[in-house]
């Protein structure tokens, strides 16, 4: 089954404009922490955000900011703010923690964002 | 410097042929990871490792073996077994348990059947 689902798979948005991404999950695991990368056509992978399960509060990081709505299972990124740097692929991953062989981490089929000038 | 170090960067192997991917990390982390990255896709995880001489498959093993000896190297041999082996592959580790929240991935190897 789908454990990551990334619904668009490509984005445009106006430089300087803010830009939600969208992740959903599904895991029966009460603890897990949830991902947000970045990858560049250079093919480097760079970690943006992290939320913990249990986190209380919606994590940022600069720009970056994760609406963590557990409910819904959603961990949608929000670019503040976007740059043309930030033209580049995004992937929600996340990892799972404590059922047999835990730590298990999986990835989205991510989702291409392009900025416009 | 600390960090992952994937070789080689870029490999061309004959149908036929079984190929192995190198991965060492100076981190002291515990857990590793293969993924296989298709053009425009996302990662797919081949295989993971927890601990020294343990390792489980993912979601796409077929085709791919790996060992995990050292806690710092975990290299993937990719198998004539593995019909369409042409991709990125990409390894990453992290420290284990909850603490573990960085992930660390090398820079990618470039396999190509020829």
Not at chain 1, 14 to 21: C, D, S
Not at chain 1, 43 to 61: H, K, R, V
Request: proline share 3%; charged share 20%.
């Amino acid at each position: 089954a789908q454990k990551i689902t990334q619904t668009q798979p490509g984005m445009f948005v106006q430089e300087k404009e803010a830009v939600t991404l969208d992740c959903t999950y599904d895991t029966s695991d009460p603890s897990y922490g949830l991902f947000w990368y970045k990858q560049p056509s250079s093919g480097e992978m760079i970690f943006l955000i992290y939320q913990g399960s249990y986190d209380q509060q919606n994590a940022t990081e600069g720009r970056y900011s994760l609406n963590f709505q557990k409910a819904r299972k959603s961990a949608n990124l929000v670019i503040s703010a976007s740059q043309l740097g930030d033209s580049a692929m995004y992937f929600c991953a996340m990892r799972e923690v404590g059922w047999g062989y835990g730590n298990k981490l999986v990835f989205g089929a991510g989702t291409i964002l392009r900025v416009k000038s | 410097d600390g960090g992952i170090t994937q070789s080689p960067k870029y490999l061309f192997r004959k149908e036929g042929q079984n190929v192995t991917l190198s991965c060492e990390q100076n981190l002291n982390h515990d857990a590793m990871y293969w993924y296989r990255q298709d053009p425009g896709q996302g990662l797919r995880l081949i295989y993971y490792s927890q601990i020294v001489n343990d390792f489980q498959k993912g979601d796409i093993a077929e085709g791919y073996s790996v060992s995990r000896e050292k806690k710092e190297s975990f290299p993937l041999t990719v198998t004539s077994a593995q019909k369409n082996p042409t991709a990125f592959y990409l390894c990453a580790s992290r420290t284990a348990g909850d603490s573990g929240n960085t992930i660390y991935f090398g820079e990618g190897s470039w396999l190509t059947v020829v």
